[in-house]
């Protein structure tokens, strides 16, 4: 059924309240039904969020297919697979203290659910959300970023024909329009984007006690010592860096390399960018866009004072802001302090390994961290101190494609994680239920109760 008229966000909420209260979303084969349709939907519409896709972010057809639309099939493909499975109460050992009983963990929708999106993925980070919000049995509002409108039409157009309203909607706007919806009580809000938005959410929801999942963003480290091997190295880490021109949150944000192998290093990450974009990247059909201005000022305000060794063109009529690398940056500049989240790659040497230390202490843990090196312990080494989101040895982004991997952040970079099984999860609260019978009862369970303990101590302890 088309939605096509306008509903107010006052009655779209209330529907929404009846509509989980009537029980129809607790049928998996409904949820099923649903996610076949959105499926459907995307894909007769493939080309369409392609097209919007470049005109929000200038993404190219394989960007957009291999980092948006294939990623939210994939998802929606294994929820409707695992859903029977998943969705069904799970018997877990009993204990004897309960005895005779069975013991189940029932996953049950949390309710209704808020999810706001950003503009960087602007597709498969609104759907891939939601996805797991349908999957669940819940209803969901989605505010989509306001920063990739052709995207946010796209994603309305295609969600109300494949659902009711009071099922699931699309309410369009700005940070406005999403401060309206926090005030609500919801019973679940996942948001992705910034951290310092992040912490605006958190404390809206706090107001309700209402469980959230923040996926935020960061500075994430990539450590390459001497053993790497220089060309695989460069051409994996200059993928992951400026893919959708570095506005990726899990993107490599500064490089930390062994002096011995930094000149190849830099002159084989140049080498790549050039073999990727050509020396004009603005030419290029496979480089992006600056999202806007307010970004495109920043990040050029950022290597002020900063040693550019290479790159550091920009076009603002165009928002082209080329692959810049940046050597030996100040710690305490803004490049160093705050996410970049853009193609500029600041490039760090260390000669000693305490050195990455020094570099690492007192920042807040990131998203992605990702270490180039032959030498497994210098890796396990790595893995093992410091804490972050997801990790990859030897590879940048790909964590992201696993949906047998949680994904999310820890710390400053969010909490919660989603993907595949764990957004089932995340979506889901797991209520345990016991059922007893009326046949037996431990003796001395009641009142008046056993004057002497140490018998009943050692059996409670032992059952
Ligand atoms: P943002 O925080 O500015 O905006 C995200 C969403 O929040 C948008 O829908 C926006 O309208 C809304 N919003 C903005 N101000 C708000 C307010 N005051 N109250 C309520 N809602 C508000 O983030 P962005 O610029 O869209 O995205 C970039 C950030 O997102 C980066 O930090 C990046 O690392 C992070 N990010 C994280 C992930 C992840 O999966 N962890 C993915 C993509 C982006």
Redesign the pocket.
């Known amino acids: 059924m088309q939605n096509k008229k306008v509903i107010s966000t006052e009655k779209l909420y209330d529907a929404q309240k009846s509509f989980f209260a009537s029980q129809k979303t607790l049928s998996t084969a409904f949820r099923i039904q649903k996610l076949r349709g959105l499926k459907n939907e995307i894909n007769k519409r493939e080309k369409d969020i392609y097209k919007a896709l470049y005109l929000d972010l200038r993404k190219s057809g394989f960007e957009a297919m291999t980092s948006e639309t294939v990623l939210v099939e994939k998802e929606i493909a294994q929820m409707i697979k695992m859903l029977p499975l998943w969705n069904r109460p799970q018997r877990v050992k009993s204990s004897l203290i309960n005895f005779p009983s069975r013991d189940y963990i029932i996953p049950e929708p949390y309710g209704n659910t808020l999810i ?6 602007p597709f498969q ?1 609104a759907l891939t959300p939601l996805v797991g919000a349908i999957a669940a049995g819940n209803t969901a509002i989605l ?5 990739a409108p052709h995207t946010g039409k796209i994603i309305k157009e295609i969600i109300s024909a494949v659902f009711d309203h009071e099922h699931v909607a699309v309410i369009e ?3 406005k ?3 309206e ?2 005030k609500r009580k919801w019973d679940n809000i996942m ?8 912490k ?2 958190a404390k ?1 929801a706090a107001e309700h006690l209402t469980p959230t999942t ?5 500075k994430s480290p990539c450590i390459i010592d001497d053993s790497a091997p220089i060309v695989i190295t460069a051409k994996r880490l200059i993928w992951g860096k400026f893919l959708n021109c570095g ?4 993107a490599p944000d500064y490089v930390m390399v062994h002096e011995k192998i930094k000149d190849r290093l830099t002159r084989e990450l140049i080498f790549q960018i050039e073999k990727s974009f050509g020396k004009n990247p603005q030419e290029s059909s496979d480089y992006g866009r600056m ?1 806007h201005k307010k ?1 495109f000022e920043k990040l050029k305000s950022s290597l002020k004072d900063q040693k550019v060794i290479y790159g550091g063109a920009t076009d603002d009529k165009d928002l082209f802001f080329g692959p810049t690398i940046v050597e030996n940056p100040d710690l305490n500049s803004n490049l160093m302090q705050e ?1 970049i ?1 853009g193609p500029i790659l600041p490039i760090i040497t260390y000669s000693k390994e305490n050195e990455i230390h020094k570099v690492m202490e007192n920042r807040e843990r990131p ?1 992605a961290f990702y270490v180039f090196s032959k030498r497994k312990k210098f890796i396990n080494q790595l893995f093992q101190r410091y804490s972050f ?1 997801g990790g990859v040895a030897n590879d940048s982004i790909i964590q992201f494609a696993n949906d047998n991997l949680p ?3 820890v710390g400053h ?2 909490m919660g994680a989603y993907h595949g099984k764990y957004s089932f999860k995340n979506f889901s609260h797991e209520k345990p239920v016991i059922k007893r019978s009326f046949w037996f009862d431990l003796p001395g369970r009641y009142a008046p109760y056993p004057k002497s303990l140490s018998l009943l101590k050692l059996l409670l302890k032992n059952l």
């Open positions: 706001i999106s950003p503009w960087n993925y980070l505010k989509p970023s306001e920063f706007g700005d940070a329009v999403a401060t919806l926090l948001f992705t984007g910034s951290t310092s938005v992040g605006i959410v809206a923040l996926e935020l963003g960061g506005q990726t949150c899990i999202i970004h996410e989240f998203l989101g994904f999310g952040g970079s969010g």
